[in-house]
């Protein structure tokens, strides 16, 4: 095939290949998300594979990440491939998505890179400060008015699938349903990228071009399971931190606030961390001490996460 960005039966509909990152750091207590401008909105960085330049997919995204961005990644793995037919406008796409992580810095080059917060994308997924208002306000309205218009032989269906996504009825909110979430929000018209515009689809978060909020949708469920079992929070903190700045960036990633010695036992069982005998006097008040991450335990287990097991509902 002369052109490795196209593929298909030979006398069958070509798609075009192209790579997405979802660029995820955390300013202070706020996780961010990197988007650039397009022609087309505001958008995740993307790309086409470049023929043979690139030997490997991942090799290929970090290429386009130091081209685009010239932002140092410390960490990438491979999302998921997204290939709806209606994703983008004008024929058949495929997007071989990347989650990448890194520790926050401005930025700036072509397509005016910005640092969004993630929860702009998702508001009704941050339970730091309680339950968020849009849920009650917009989203329960919305499944009420969704549940009363379907046939009789749909109703069960659908409000198990309200209740477990929404955490409605007798059901508890589950953190990791985010990519859930945004699906039926989406089915339900709540979304502006749903093209049926509802006078306050805009109370429902910021819109991405094409589907990149939802590759960022299923960016934050991948990132919100591997808090469990892999020391990912590592690579967005400086080399030296204190354990209420570690607990702060793992809330921020979660959507919800931790108990607080509950998640230093956690900690300490997991032998993540090790004291480096310096302080932070920027605290305001008593130094809090210093730790770093200890690369050792790479090695010494083969899942050597933060002990969240799962993450429990609000």
């Known amino acids: 095939m002369s052109d490795d ?8 509909p070509q798609a075009v290949v192209g790579l997405t990152a979802v660029i995820v750091s955390v300013d202070g207590t706020t996780p961010r998300v990197l988007t650039v401008g397009t022609d087309g909105g505001e958008a995740l960085p993307s790309g086409d594979l470049a023929g043979d330049r690139d030997r490997t997919l991942e090799a290929a995204v970090r290429r386009l990440v130091g081209e685009q961005l010239g932002l140092p990644v410390r960490y990438f793995e491979q999302l998921y491939t997204f290939g709806d037919q209606a994703r983008v406008p004008g024929g058949r796409a495929l997007a071989v998505a990347y989650l990448a992580l890194a520790r926050h810095q401005p930025v700036s080059g072509p397509g005016r890179p910005h640092w969004r917060d993630w ?25 009420g008015a969704w549940l009363a218009a379907c046939p009789a032989e749909e109703l069960a269906t659908r409000t198990e699938r309200a209740e477990l996504t929404f955490g409605t009825g007798n059901a508890r909110w589950d953190p990791m349903r985010v990519l859930d979430r945004y699906e039926l929000l989406y ?5 502006e990228e749903a093209g049926r515009r509802r006078p306050l689809v ?14 960022a949708a299923a960016a934050l469920e991948r990132l919100r399971g591997k808090l469990a079992y892999r020391p990912v929070v590592f690579e967005v903190l400086p080399e030296t931190f204190t354990l209420s700045t570690l607990q702060q960036v793992v809330e921020a990633f979660a959507g919800q606030v931790l108990h607080k010695q509950n998640f230093r036992r956690l900690v300490a069982g997991a032998n993540l961390v090790e004291p480096t005998g310096g302080v932070d006097q920027r605290t305001g008040g008593r130094p809090a001490e210093l730790y770093r991450f200890r690369r050792e335990v790479l090695r010494e287990r083969p ?12």
């Open 5 to 12: 960005r196209r593929v298909g039966l030979a006398d069958g």
């Open 119 to 143: 929860y702009e994308l998702f508001p009704w997924e941050d339970w730091r400060r309680g339950r968020p208002g849009v849920l009650d306000q917009v989203v329960v309205p919305a499944l």
């Open 187 to 191: 089915e339900l018209a709540l979304l």
């Open 202 to 215: 805009g109370a429902l978060g910021h819109q991405l071009a094409l589907d990149h909020r939802r590759i």
């Open 303 to 314: 899942a050597p996460g933060m002990g969240l097991r799962r993450l429990g509902g609000p």
